[in-house]
Each structure stands twice: as C-alpha cells, then as structure tokens.
C-alpha cells in the first residue's frame, strides 16, 4: 500500500498514523468519517490499492454525515476504547457526551441512561479480550 | 477504479483481537429504538442478533418466523425471524429479515450484520493493516 500525497487534504481534520505489524502507515483522515478509497492499480491478488482521503470536496462531506446522537456516541467509543477497559464484561451506555451508565444487568444501563436524562444510548457490553471468536451462520 | 466511501469506523481492539464493529439502530414499534454494535461478518448469510434487543424494541421473540441456522461447528440455532428497520452506521435504513436467538451470545462479537439485504444495500471495504473499515449507503 502507498499513501497518495498528490491531493491536497483540504477537508482534513488530521493524519492517523496507525502502527500494526510493525510497521508505520499514516492514513489522512477527514473528520473522523469522509473518505474516499481509490482502488487503483489493482494487482491480481488485489491486495495493492492506494488510499487517498482528500479527494471528497468539503461539501459533500457535510451533506454524507449529518450529526446524529447514536453517531457521536460511537465517535466517544472510538475515541475512548481504554477509558471503557475497567467495563469489560459489563453493560454500558453511552452518549455523545461520554459513559452514561454501565451495570452487569442489561436492562438497568437504560434506567441509569434514562435517570441522566439520555433516552437512546449506545448499549453494548464490552467484550473481554483473549476469546477468539470464529462467527459465521449460514440459513 | 474509484469506490468511495461516506463513512469509517475503527476496528474494535479488545486488546487482543480487531473486529469490524458497526453501530447499528434497531427500529421497533413506534419510535422505539435501541443502538448497538454488531460484528460486520462477511460468512454469515443473514443478520443474527440476540433475542434481548427486542424486548426493547416492543416486539415479542416467538412472534416471528421461527427457522434454524447453522454456525461453523454445524450445530443448529433455533431463531425467530422478524422483519425490521435497521440504521447501520450513520444513515442508511434498511428493511431487512432479522434473526433472534437466545441461543446465542451478547458480545457485540456475537451480534451479526450478515450479507442478505445489508451486503445488497451498502458497501464495505475493510483495511485491517490500519485498523479501519469504511461503509457506503450507495452502491
């Protein structure tokens, strides 16, 4: 994979830099969502593609993402992952503005978000790390 | 070839494992809703939730169709089908056929967005050397 540098970032927020099999790669990113991923020069294994995050004008970037509650709630979770480790195996709710409520009981994490005055959280439980999961199902 | 993507998310790091975990909105009776996450599972043929959500959503669990599905060990699921809206992501609603089950588990790993109606509505691309999956409500 090779970054394209040759469009400017115009609706860039900022660069992300992820570091995975030992190695470096600096993806732009355009306010946590905007994206365009350009497949060129696609090899036969199709495994070499070039990324390029500036290639959606500003504009259409606001109009492909409105702001909605569940969205901003799923921003804080990408943004927070570690603050929600003591969690793991328990229920959480979340709203844009962070943890509304967490419990081992499902239904009460709604009754904790609801007592804070938010009516549709983002509910999950955080998973437990080390449990290798083989999922698929077939009809 | 040009594909481009309105919407990205980071693959969940549970500390051991990266999933592809996509907030979905399950759309009851009337405006009752509920947000959480489900594993974009590519192997799965149809979407597959836990029967909980859908005391929140106002909907009783043997209302629906009951069939079976299959996992990879070929153990067979006893699920009730039911029909509803789905918001996956930011913005894009489908009407598509929900598997619930008891009989499985309440991980966001273990909520599945499988292909029937969503693979046919939406488009994925998954980067996992950066931690990064991005979806597409145009096809």
């Given amino acids: 994979m090779r970054i394209d540098r040759s469009r ?25 969502t905007a994206v365009s991923v350009e497949f060129l020069a696609v090899q036969p294994s199709a495994t070499q593609y070039i ?7 500003a504009a259409a970037v606001q109009r492909a993402r409105p702001a909605t509650r569940a969205y901003s709630a799923s921003e804080w979770v ?36 609801r007592r804070r005055g938010v009516d549709n959280p983002l509910v999950f439980k955080v998973p437990t790390p080390g449990r290798r999961k083989v999922v698929s199902v077939r009809r | 070839m040009h594909l481009r993507f309105s919407e990205q998310y980071p693959f969940h790091d549970d500390g051991t494992f990266l999933y592809p975990m996509c907030p979905v ?14 594993l974009v599972d590519t192997g799965a043929d149809t979407t597959m939730l836990h029967a909980r959500w859908l005391d929140r959503l106002g909907l009783r669990l043997k209302s629906g169709r009951a069939e079976k599905r299959w996992g990879i060990d070929n153990k067979a699921i006893d699920v009730y089908v039911h ?7 930011n913005r894009k609603r ?18 599945l967005l499988g292909r029937e109606t969503v693979f046919d509505e939406l488009r994925f691309a998954f980067r996992q050397r950066v931690g990064m999956f991005y979806l597409n409500a145009e096809i």
């Fill in chain 1, 78 to 113: 990408q943004r927070n992952q570690a603050k929600l480790r003591p969690y793991r195996g328990k229920w959480v709710a979340v709203s844009s503005s962070g943890l509304v409520g967490h419990s081992t009981d499902f239904d009460e994490v709604f009754v904790e978000a």
């Fill in chain 2, 94 to 111: 489908v009407r598509c056929e929900v598997a619930f089950s008891e009989q499985i588990g309440d991980d966001p790993g273990d909520q």
């Fill in chain 2, 83 to 89: 029909r509803i809206w789905l918001k996956i992501g």
């Fill in chain 1, 8 to 32: 400017a970032p115009t609706n860039a927020q900022h660069v992300h830099e992820a570091h995975t099999t030992g190695a470096t790669r600096r993806v732009t990113v355009t306010r946590g």
């Fill in chain 1, 51 to 57: 990324h390029s995050a500036a290639t959606v004008p």
């Fill in chain 2, 25 to 38: 909105t399950l759309i009851g009776k009337g405006s009752q809703q509920i947000t959480t996450y489900a």
